[in-house]
């Protein structure tokens, strides 16, 4: 990092280094996602390990940050999406049908695919019959229930329209896509009251985004409400002053907070004893203060890069990654392992191994056909509707500009 700090700061967020630290570090999320997910299907738990637990504790620690991960979604999250609602407020261009555009053709880009794709994995899964017990969520793998009645198609267009966890369950063995109704109804909330504090609106639309908020509020219930305050940690991550230490003094704290966080990060998926929703916003409040510190690398980055490449590509597909990757995970446990799970061993980690290799590929395959297309679907869309072409994005950036001063 240090040979790039003499370099003048760049004009834009996606042109620093910063950038490059967010796009890895989403990767990394929905990696960890993934492990953890393989590992529950795979591999028995860690107190059903009766030999080598010591050299086995380190891997099943990093195999147990799932949902941490996701918590670091909701603040990156917050991050950019409500980046993006506060500046076109404050710069008097905020249109809901520009806003809404985007985000329905980012969600249902990946979603819909990944529904489809849940929906063959599961019903071969369940006709093949190699693993029953599975399919209907008899094996103690902390992941799936009874997958067959999740089929229907009256929960497929419920997860579509994100519905889960509010009027239904989550489609079939994708269980990961809870949070994407978190996601969509934050990012209606959050402008609705954006919208009925801002004091240049008009007053009635001021009053009628202040009943809507509380409508969808009270829609919504509690368990995405108690999670709001994460999102929202993101989103005032934009309002705080930029870090202006010196370049060695930034990179000195940068480093050090990296090395606290992590290890946080780990072990709050094994500390039980603490509750889930304060460790939640334990974890919301580290986040918040580690992106800070990342704001810092301001610095321009060296074009062609391979870590910028590869931190890009990481985050190009890392939505796919987690929403479609689950299914064809319990596919492929049904054909190696049937209803049951491994202990560990040199005779079974390379077959487990290549299994997460295909699932790696195949959600950059998926993501190829889907998510890699979201600008040019977005391009088409408002060209249809007549709408002004949004500007293509890059994966770290949905806020073209994020690297100027918040408005005072």
């Not at 999320?29 to 028995?44: D, Q, Y």
């Not at 500046?87 to 695919?113: G, K």
């Not at 992106?291 to 890009?312: I, M, N, T």
Request: proline fraction near 7%.
């Amino acid at each position: 990092m240090g040979q790039h700090t003499h370099q003048k700061s760049p004009d834009r967020f996606t042109s620093s280094w910063a950038s490059v630290h967010f796009d890895l570090l989403r990767g990394v999320a929905a990696l960890v996602v993934l492990l953890e997910h393989w590992r529950n299907l795979f591999f028995v738990d860690f107190p059903q390990l009766s030999a080598h637990r010591l050299w086995l504790a380190i891997p099943y620690t990093l195999c147990g940050a799932g949902h941490q991960s996701v918590v670091f979604f909701f603040v990156l999250s917050g991050f950019f999406i409500g980046g993006s609602v506060f500046r076109a407020i404050d710069a008097n261009h905020w249109q809901w049908s520009d806003y809404l555009l985007r985000r329905f053709v980012r969600l249902w880009t990946v979603l819909l695919p990944a529904l489809l794709f849940c929906l063959f994995w599961d019903r071969l899964g369940i006709h093949l019959a190699r693993a029953p017990a599975l399919y209907a969520g008899l094996v103690p793998n902390h992941m799936l229930s009874n997958v067959a009645p999740l089929l229907a198609p009256h929960l497929f267009f419920g997860n579509l329209f994100f519905l889960q966890t509010i009027l239904c369950p989550v489609f079939g063995s994708d269980g990961a896509l809870w949070s994407l109704a978190n996601e969509f109804w934050y990012y209606i909330l959050f402008p609705l009251a954006c919208i009925a504090l801002w004091r240049r609106a008009a007053r009635s639309h001021r009053i009628a985004c202040a009943v809507l908020f509380v409508a969808v509020a009270c829609f919504v219930r509690n368990g995405i409400l108690s999670e709001f305050p994460i999102w929202l940690a993101g989103a005032a991550l934009v309002k705080l002053p930029r870090p202006s230490f010196t370049p060695h003094r930034a990179r000195s704290m940068r480093i050090a907070a990296t090395l606290i966080y992590f290890p946080i990060f780990f072990a709050l998926g094994r500390l039980h004893q603490i509750p889930s929703l304060f460790s939640d916003y334990i974890l919301a409040a580290l986040t918040l203060v580690l992106l800070w510190l990342f704001l810092s690398h301001k610095e321009a980055f060296a074009p062609g890069s391979r870590r910028v490449l590869a931190s890009r590509e990481m985050a190009r597909f890392s939505y796919t990654l987690y929403a479609a990757h689950t299914p064809f995970l319990v596919f492929a446990a049904s054909l190696v392992l049937g209803d049951r799970r491994w202990v560990p061993s040199l005779a079974n980690l390379p077959l487990a191994l290549a299994v997460l290799l295909a699932a790696l590929v195949y959600c950059y395959g998926v993501g190829f056909l889907t998510e890699f297309r979201t600008d040019s679907i977005r391009s088409t869309l408002a060209h249809l509707f007549r709408m002004q072409p949004p500007p293509p994005i890059l994966p770290s950036n949905p806020l073209s500009d994020l690297a100027r001063p918040p408005p005072r």
